[in-house]
């Protein structure tokens, strides 16, 4: 059963604690991406990939980062720099229908 | 610039009427316009998209989009509403150029009343 995995569903994450967020896709897609949502703000694009070991910066970068190392594999680390990090946090890749999301991350800081 | 208006925050319908959320885009060139659904604590899942060809595009669970060119507008229809369609609605716009990334609005809530 393909599609995309997110793990864990619900973090928790203390002040000043970096936490990593997991996004997992066997869909064989070379584009991924990871977006924030907040209430009333729709989605805000974090960062993208277009292929292995290649990523850009997105709208609201900063405070995270990411990697690339396999094509199935787009991790996102949320850092003690950003400032506001309680949000729902989306996975997707590119089909050609448009994208294919994740069931999400819904980090909180505690 | 591309860019997605989804002019209404919320729209509530009684069951077996008709509904109708609203889309309205700006992008250079040619559109290619999406519709996605969110239930609660979920992903976004893909209900519909125009490229070209029809204006009239027919998608999952009984939904339906108008594109119009004069209007910039890619409403979502659907006859006949069910409780189980009350929801979060995305519309989205692919960015012409570049990376090809889509754009959303900020979406609107669905609520269907029995």
């Known amino acids: 059963d393909g599609g995309i995995t997110q793990s864990p569903k619900y973090l928790f994450r203390k002040e000043g604690q970096n936490v990593t967020l997991s996004c997992e896709q066997n869909l064989n897609h070379d584009a991924m991406y990871w977006y924030r949502q907040d209430p009333g703000q729709g989605l805000r694009l974090i960062y993208y990939s277009q292929i292995v070991n290649d990523f850009q910066k997105g709208d609201i970068a900063e405070g995270y980062s990411v990697s690339r190392e396999k094509k199935e594999s787009f991790p996102l680390t949320v850092t003690s720099a950003q400032k506001n990090p309680t949000a729902f946090y989306l996975c997707?890749?590119?089909?050609?229908?448009?994208?294919?999301f994740g069931s999400g991350t819904r980090l909180t800081v505690v | 610039a591309q860019s997605v208006a989804q002019p209404e925050d919320q729209v509530n319908v009684a069951e077996g009427n008709p509904l109708t959320v609203k889309c309205t885009y700006s992008v250079s060139g040619n559109p290619y316009l999406f519709w996605y659904v969110q239930y609660p604590n979920r992903g976004l899942q893909f209900l519909l998209k125009y490229i070209t060809g029809d204006n009239l595009v027919k998608g999952s669970y009984g939904f339906e989009a108008e594109f119009n060119k004069s209007q910039t507008s890619f409403h979502l229809k659907k006859p006949s509403a069910l409780v189980s369609d009350s929801a979060l609605y995305f519309c989205a716009v692919r960015d012409s150029a570049g990376a090809n990334n889509l754009f959303f609005g900020t979406g609107t809530r669905l609520t269907v009343i029995p």
């Open positions: 997707a890749s590119k089909t050609v229908y448009g994208y294919t």
